[in-house]
T-cell receptor, first 112, second 114 residues
Framework: GNSVTQMEGPVTLSEEAFLTINCTYT??????LFWYVQYPGEGLQLLLK?????DKGSNKGFEATYRKETTSFHLEKGSVQVSDSAVYFC???????????FGDGTTLTVKP | DTEVTQTPKHLVMGMTNKKSLKCEQH?????MYWYKQKAKKPPELMFV???????INESVPSRFSPECPNSSLLNLHLHALQPEDSALYLC?????????????FGPGTRLTVT
């Protein structure tokens, strides 16, 4: 079956620090990979995605590269801001309109 | 319009009540989803509708009854809930066809069962 393992949190960083949140997966076939972000009191929002090996997804300064050889999709940002404080979920899906598999989420707190 | 709307935002109900959660999207998506999310946990899939037909039911208790009256609307009817059903209920939608695509989530309904 499919599974997603995320780096355990919480993660606390100072403003302008470098961020990495690790994500590795197990899946059959060729899944699409996603990072979603959830701000307090809100639903999930897509942050970025990649649909095939070696694709790099990027948005708002965040990046992640689909690495088939290491089955990873690590999230990075060069300089975090206080407004990036949120819960980040790595997810995969390998059938359209099918079940997505989510990681447990990583809580990021950025201090000024 | 890339928005999924959900009503109500908050709901408090007793164990004998009947209530409904509503979800709407106008992005032309033909897949719609209900999730349950407990605090500090990932969303758990409950139901998937594809082209207005129920395609996935994740063994959800019958006190939760989904309905998809048309391609833009998704309801979740609630009856005789238990306190452990208190959670954030999220609706999502996505395209059908091509690569598995991202889901667009609504803000959720915060449900408290007393």
């Amino acid at each position: 079956g499919n599974s997603v393992t995320q780096m355990e949190g919480p993660v606390t960083l100072s403003e302008e620090a470098f961020l990495t949140i690790n994500c590795t997966y197990t899946a059959t076939g060729y899944p699409s990979l996603f990072w979603y972000v959830q701000y307090p009191g809100e639903g999930l929002q897509l942050l970025l995605k990649a649909t095939k090996a070696d694709d790099k997804g990027s948005n708002k300064g965040f990046e992640a590269t689909y690495r088939k050889e290491t089955t990873s999709f690590h999230l990075e940002k060069g300089s975090v801001q206080v407004s990036d404080s949120a819960v980040y979920f790595c997810a995969l899906c390998n059938t359209n309109a099918g079940k997505s598999t989510f990681g447990d989420g990583t809580t990021l707190t950025v201090k000024p | 319009d890339t928005e999924v709307t959900q009503t109500p935002k908050h709901l408090v109900m007793g164990m004998t009540n009947k209530k409904s959660l509503k979800c709407e999207q106008h992005m032309g998506h033909r897949a719609m989803y209900w999730y349950k999310q407990k605090a500090k946990k990932p969303p758990e899939l409950m139901f998937v509708y594809s082209y207005e037909k129920l395609s996935i039911n994740e063994s959800v208790p019958s006190r939760f009854s989904p309905e998809c009256p048309n391609s833009s609307l998704l309801n979740l009817h609630l009856h005789a809930l238990q306190p452990e059903d208190s959670a954030l209920y999220l609706c999502a939608s996505s395209q059908v066809g091509g690569n598995p695509s991202e889901q667009y989530f609504g803000p959720g309904t915060r449900l408290t069962v007393t």
